[in-house]
């Protein structure tokens, strides 16, 4: 206790060296500092607030969180808080999530007076294991309910860790996507492209590492500093609304003569990023570069332009850039991004309603989220990831009912009421889209699954019966398509050319023949 | 002799029409006599469209190479190219008579006529059959089974074949001038006979030829040909692209794409223009750099995957121990080599004709490089036929009827 108190003590210590830092460039921005906690939830976590340390991150306070004391006091972290001293006696979970649970409720309020006075907590776990999966969740609803917004950097197993493990993580994820503002998601079988084949295990679990605190310390960052055009909060989580997909995520740094190119091809070849070829399906996507003083207006312009390439021409751009004298030669790209799980149209309902309808299921615990800060529109994806699990697993999701009473405490059938008048209102927004507003929410039989359906397509079979729903999608699918067939038509009475006589090159349905260009719409000039 | 050694070889391209005369030394080296070339018209995608065009551009092509070796040209090794050529690997088998157990040379000829009794669509035709190793009793990667032991004898080949009415197009082409045709090669291969050499061939390499039409490739492995096949995209089609994408006329955007023209992206400074000078040479149309690149680094990039794409149905990419060559015209594009070895992950770099002697100016330059295959093709088979040739004849002599 005493502990946390001196170390907030220091952390303002830092704070007032950072503005000293700062007072070059814009000194009246001192209130806008954001108090920051990372916390690091399991014994991955643990490895992940390690490195961050150990990497240097200052302006947030770093905590350690674990139910192994052995692990915990080998943690570097300033902040230690042992989770279920009582439950686990200091030790592990064994794996075991419903333990770790426990552990993080017994332990809640010590978790409480870490987390207090933070706007805004990172969470990092290694889910599929004990504690990690289990007390991540616990720890995140603490933050929530201390009126932080909470954004998870969750490290998903190994496929060789067997089936149990991932479909532990799985579940955790989906808890934690119903908790969280945002949720960072990292498959460690992604990761393993990172290192070298023939490097050391140990260097592949560090660079695993690594990334994961670059992550964490980009964002910060990204947050914290003071930036020309500046990109907060809100940027970063419209950026990742929509979430219960995957999370792109790419960083990159160079200080050559090509830097601008350099940082973003490395940005682009982070793991998680998939070399850019996924960015194309993003709806919303946040860049932000930046650099020393020494930074030029003409390298950001190359460097966006470059990235137009990978985007398409839809996609919402999130720019910022930021000048610090500490990067010196240095130019860094930050990009973030998120991807639905099915490539379902991203028609993001409106951000606040569904706030609404998470705070309604929260209600019996008083303590409702007096946040500021727009919330996150994940709900309906998120109840919509939980739902299938729990289908496919009944016995564990009883226990999770049972573990989580918040969720499940007001009846299911509560946040269904509360979805219905909403979802027509937003179907109304998009007129030309849904032609049948009305008959919908009426052919659902059966609530909770209903939230779904018109933006996951695979599960849409088994439980439709009803052939109003039906046509929901369908006039979607077709309106999208009637734009892009127009947009070749345009071209077609001109695109080949030369080649108008011969015969046509025809490769899986493309007519080669037609300029690159005008098949991939990339504008030239 | 004498006229033996000397060998032409003709290449038919979309482009430009070259004829190289060579000359076969005792050595083994090949001396390159003289160059003709003529612009190409009527052909598209490496295949004839207007024949009698075609027939007069080669016309040119050939008076241009006699006059300039001075040599009169009665003969040609004639490349095809054209995205009609597929291929694959077959096995042929054959099974020794009891009483014998000693391969012969009828044996290996009946495992190579075994391979070949495949179905191929009904108006394609072979064009190659080549060896890529024989097994004998089970045992793998012989090379030469002449004289082995064995009861089962079977043979690995790699089999190219096309249409046959476009080959035959081709070959009318040059008959009609009236030249006399020794031999039709498929493009690429004739192109990996100088590319790479056998040392190359043996660690595996890909050779990717493109050009002004088509992009032929063929992939070696152990020093056999694993694959191989032809895209019908090619520098025209780059042409095209500029031309269509900038608003200026096709030799403009030719003149343009070889002058100016990169696959690289991103090293220009924002807003740095080409200034498009008209015919009288006064500046004219000011195009954006980056634009230009923009528009060519796609049409590469997207050939390639295609590439990529067809070479990824077999495994044999993984196996390439040497790298990738780039030759035929789009090679010169700047660049080139880094955007492939961006696609490919594998080492790639623009290659031209190696261990040749004479007119130095053509052999360094990778436009030339099928031509002087064709040639170092001739020369390869010319070392064999002889014998072959005495020895099919005496054994047809012996034994009527069966060839």
Excluded: W
């Excluded at chain 1, 991150?57 to 905590?63: A, C, E, G, R, V």
């Excluded at chain 1, 009582?86 to 010590?110: C, H, Q, V, W």
């Excluded at chain 1, 070298?196 to 695993?208: D, N, R, S, T, V």
């Excluded at chain 1, 910060?220 to 995520?249: E, K, S, T, W, Y």
């Amino acid at each position: 206790m005493t502990r946390f108190l001196s170390l907030r003590a220091t952390g303002k210590e830092g704070n007032k060296m950072i503005q000293l830092n700062r007072n070059y460039t814009l000194p009246e921005r001192e209130e806008d500092i954001i108090p920051i906690k990372v916390i690091g939830v399991g014994g991955a976590g643990s490895n992940v607030l390690d490195r961050v340390v150990l990497d240097g991150m200052d302006k947030s306070d770093l905590i350690a969180a674990n139910t192994d004391v052995q692990s915990l006091a080998s943690s570097v972290a300033s902040a230690k808080v042992q989770l279920g001293r009582s439950i686990t006696r200091g030790l592990g979970t064994g794996g075991d999530p419903e333990l770790g649970f426990a552990a993080a409720e017994e332990s809640a309020n010590e978790v409480r007076e870490a987390l207090s006075d933070a706007r805004l907590v990172f969470i990092c776990a290694g889910l599929g294991g004990g504690t990690g999966s289990g007390a991540a969740p616990m720890v995140a609803q603490i933050a929530r309910e201390m009126g932080a917004l909470v954004i998870a950097f969750a490290t998903l197993p190994f496929t060789f860790e067997g089936k149990r493990r991932s479909s532990q993580a799985q579940e955790a994820l989906a808890r934690l996507q119903g908790i969280t503002d945002a949720v960072v998601c990292f498959e460690n079988d992604r990761m393993g492209d990172l290192a070298a084949p023939k490097a050391g295990i140990h260097q592949a679990f560090a660079l695993a590492d690594m990334t994961v605190s670059q992550s964490v310390r980009s964002i910060v960052n990204l947050i914290q500093r003071p930036g020309i055009m500046r990109v907060g909060f809100d940027d970063l989580l419209a950026a990742l609304r929509g979430g219960g997909g995957r999370c792109l995520f790419g960083y990159g740094e160079s200080d050559t003569d090509n830097r601008a190119h350099e940082a973003l091809d490395q940005a682009l070849r982070n793991p998680l990023m998939d070399r850019g070829r996924m960015l194309e399906q993003a709806t919303r996507v946040l860049v932000q570069v930046s650099g020393g003083p020494a930074m030029t207006l003409s390298e950001v312009e190359i460097l966006m332009r470059e990235l137009n390439r990978h985007i398409s021409d839809e996609t919402q751009l999130l720019f910022g850039t930021a000048v610090d004298g500490r990067m010196g030669n240095r130019l860094s790209v930050t990009l973030i991004s998120s991807l639905r799980r099915e490539d379902a149209p991203a028609a993001t309902p409106p951000v606040r309603r569904p706030m609404e309808t998470h705070v309604a299921p929260a209600a019996p615990q008083p303590p409702a989220e007096p946040s500021p800060q727009p919330l996150l529109a994940i709900l309906p994806e998120q109840s919509a990831a939980l739902e299938p699990a729990a289908q496919e697993n009944p016995a564990v999701s009883a226990k999770t009912k049972e573990l989580l009473p918040l969720e499940e405490n007001s009846p299911e059938a509560a946040p269904v009421q509360q979805n219905e008048p909403e979802q027509a209102p937003a179907a109304q927004a998009a007129p030309e889209i849904e032609p049948t507003p009305a008959p919908e929410p009426v052919a659902r039989p059966e609530p909770v699954a209903r939230i779904i359906p018109p933006k996951k397509k695979p599960p849409l079979a088994p439980d439709y019966t009803g052939p109003k729903v039906l046509p929901h999608p369908q006039p979607e699918k077709g309106s999208r398509e009637k734009v892009a067939r127009q947009e070749t038509l345009q071209f077609e009475p001109v695109t080949r050319g030369r080649f108008e006589k011969s015969e046509p090159t025809i490769v899986e349905g493309q007519d080669l023949d037609v300029p690159t260009f005008l098949r991939k719409n990339v504008r030239v000039k | 002799m004498a006229s033996n050694d000397l060998m032409v070889g003709l290449e038919i391209g979309t482009s430009k029409i070259c004829v190289v005369v060579g000359e076969s030394r005792t050595d083994g080296t090949t001396k390159i006599l003289g160059v003709g070339q003529a612009p190409s018209r009527g052909v598209r995608k490496g295949e004839i469209v207007d024949f009698e065009t075609a027939m007069q551009c080669v016309a040119e092509a050939v008076a241009d190479a006699e006059q300039k070796s001075d040599l009169m040209i009665k003969s040609v090794y004639v490349g095809v190219g054209g995205a009609h050529i597929q291929s694959f690997n077959n096995r042929g088998s054959v099974l020794l008579p009891d009483d014998r157990d000693e391969i012969d040379e009828q044996d290996v000829e009946d495992a190579k006529i075994s391979a070949r009794e495949v179905s191929i669509p009904a108006q394609n035709a072979f064009l190659h059959c080549i060896i890529q190793h024989y097994h004998v009793d089970g045992q793998d990667g012989v090379l030469n089974p002449l004289g082995m032991l064995g009861q089962k004898l079977e043979a690995d080949y790699h089999i190219i074949h096309g249409v046959r009415t476009r080959i035959q197009n081709t070959i009318r082409c040059v008959k009609e001038l009236p030249l006399e045709v020794e031999d039709v090669v498929f493009t690429a291969l004739a192109s990996a006979q100088v590319v790479l050499s056998q040392q190359q061939k043996n660690l595996g390499a890909l050779v990717i030829d493109m050009g002004g039409g088509t992009t032929d490739y063929i992939l070696y492995v152990d020093g056999a040909v694993k694959q191989s096949g032809a895209i019908g995209i090619g520098g025209d089609h780059i042409t095209n692209d500029i031309s269509m994408g900038l608003r200026i006329p096709m030799a403009r955007a030719e003149k343009l794409k070889t002058d100016e023209g990169s696959v690289t992206l991103g090293n220009c400074l924002p807003g740095e223009t080409v200034v498009l000078k008209d015919d009288s040479g006064f500046a004219g149309k000011e195009i954006e750099r980056e634009t230009l690149n923009t528009i060519i680094h796609l049409r590469v990039r997207e050939t390639f995957e295609l590439l990529k794409k067809q070479l990824d149905e077999e495994n044999f990419i993984n196996y390439i121990g040497e790298g990738i060559f780039i030759t035929g015209g789009c090679s010169l594009l700047p660049g080139i080599d880094h955007l492939a070895e961006d696609i490919f992950e594998i080492p790639a770099r623009v290659a031209h004709a190696q261990t040749m002697s004479g007119l130095t100016s053509a052999f360094q330059n990778p436009q030339f490089a099928t031509a002087i295959g064709l040639i170092k093709y001739a020369q390869a088979v010319q070392v064999e036929r002889p014998q072959r040739r005495g020895l099919s004849r005496l054994i047809s002599k012996f034994l009527p009827g069966i060839r």
